[in-house]
């Protein structure tokens, strides 16, 4: 069970890489595509809020990556238990507020993984 927990710990974290791509980099290219429910003349006056935002998923993005190449066992659990708990939390808030899309892409792969921690005790 811990090498499919780790496997989607990683997963998680390319999706947060992913994402902090999109809103640091990509906002007023990529963006207008990805969230097609927002108006396309927000994106440019958006780019610094969006990189703002972007800049927290990395920081997600770190902290399960550095829970991966932790070599303690129970550490490297209790850290990506850490960071998983933070993304379903923002995962929930932004499905109840921003989308419910966000529940399906963010918060579930999270709890999933969380469960699976949980269950590994």
Not at 8 to 25: D, N, P, S, T
Not at 101 to 121: D, E, G, M, S
Request: with cysteine; hydrophobic share 60%.
């Amino acid at each position: 069970m811990l090498i499919a927990i780790k496997i989607l710990v990683a997963i998680i974290a390319i999706e947060h890489l992913y994402i902090l791509w999109l809103e640091m980099f990509a906002w007023t290219t990529r963006g207008p595509r990805t969230f097609k429910n927002l108006p396309a003349d927000l994106f440019i006056p958006t780019k610094a809020l969006a990189a703002n935002q972007g800049l927290y998923n990395g920081f997600l993005a770190a902290g399960l990556v550095w829970s991966l190449i932790i070599t303690d066992e129970v550490w490297s659990l209790h850290i990506a238990t850490f960071f998983i708990s933070c993304v379903a939390v923002a995962g929930i808030y932004g499905a109840a507020t921003a989308g419910k899309r966000i529940f399906f892409v963010q918060a579930l792969p999270a709890l999933i993984t969380l469960l699976l921690i949980l269950l590994n005790k």
